[in-house]
């Protein structure tokens, strides 16, 4: 399918216009990394601790974030956590604020902070049982200890305020892990388990649904992993495009791909956006589509070469990209049409890495025109310039 009919856009002849975008971007880029926002790095590799919360009613970030920095969690970060309607909350602390050895901690000084200076029901409470937050164990030892039916310390007893407790945690797990109201409760319980919550237990209108800790050392591990991972996908692409093309060609199609992820990791910091690791996997996605667009215009620049080598070299990729140019834009438009729809109906878990996809694909698309192409044509002047042969770089056949 055609979309364009015999274009003749000079590309080449808009190179210092390619030059200036990219050295914007990718300045900015460097400076947001280097002197403003940083390298905003996930959870997964810095270490912490992330709890996710889940509330009654709609959340109010700033308020929480205020509770947390009053119980003594300095600079938490706090961030809205699926489709707004769910009233749920990721809390990530830094691996200095928790024990890996200890999980419950994490979940524990959260409760104390939302509890002490965001709770509905105020300070009044404290001293009892928290429903929201209390567990099948802890409920039952609870009621245990009030005795409410005056069952006494038997076995019996013990059986009986247990499917107590079983009756509650499983309306709460029904009702999205939050009881509305103690009262609520009616007909769930016994009355005279409902009278004892009502006299010794409260909601706090929010719980705790996971803690999900990542030590010091695996989050430095995961950093070095990540690292290797995307220098590795690199250094294959080059020697295998040695092999296949011109150690010309591997460079060029590296430095585009370098291009492309420098810019895509400078938009997450100047939007001070966390990097996890399905950001890295996207990253790598973006590599790897990246060069695959990328060999796409060097292996018709090297069919144009066998056919017409008295072409100068400018026109001829000039003629390659413009061939090359209906495939890449039903190939790219399409592929940036479901990520952006990804990333605009994804949801919050999604974001980063929808957000990665669409950056890289724009500017995937743009390096292989604006970037990879161009640098054949300098690589060839400049030989000339030093007065070698002007030996074309793809002229020979490739080695199979």
Known sequence: MELFHNPKIDWLGKKWYFLGFSLIFSISGLLSIFFWHGLPLDVDFRGGTVVRVKF??????TRIRSAANEAG???????????????????????GQTSEAALDQGRAAIVVALDRNYTRSGAQNTGKLDLDNASREEIASWLQQYDPEH??????GQTRYQQQADAVENYRNGHSGVIASVESLRGIVDPAVLTAFQQGAY???????SVEIVGAQVGQQLQKQALMATL???AGMLIY?????????????VVACFHDTLITVGAFSLKNMEISLTVIAAILTLIGYSMNDTIVVFDRIRENLRLTRREPLPELVNRSINQTLSRTV??????FLTVLSL?????????PFSFALVVGILIGTYSSIAVAAPMLVAYQEWRTHRGKAAALPAARKARV
Not at 56 to 61: N, Q, S, T, V
Not at 241 to 250: A, C, H, V
Not at 343 to 351: A, D, R
């Open 73 to 95: 969690l300095h600079d938490p970060r706090i961030a809205q956590y699926g489709p707004a309607g769910n009233n749920e909350v990721l809390v990530t602390l830094s691996r």
């Open 56 to 61: 009654a009613e709609k959340p109010d970030l």
């Open 151 to 156: 069952l006494g310390n038997t076995t019996v």
């Open 232 to 234: 590795y996908s690199l």
């Open 203 to 209: 909601v706090s209108g929010f719980s705790v649904r």
């Open 343 to 351: 990333f605009v109906f994804g949801g919050q878990v999604l974001h």
């Open 330 to 335: 039903l190939t790219s438009g399409l592929t």
């Open 241 to 253: 495009l040695w092999f296949r093309f011109e150690l010309i060609y591997g460079v060029a199609a």
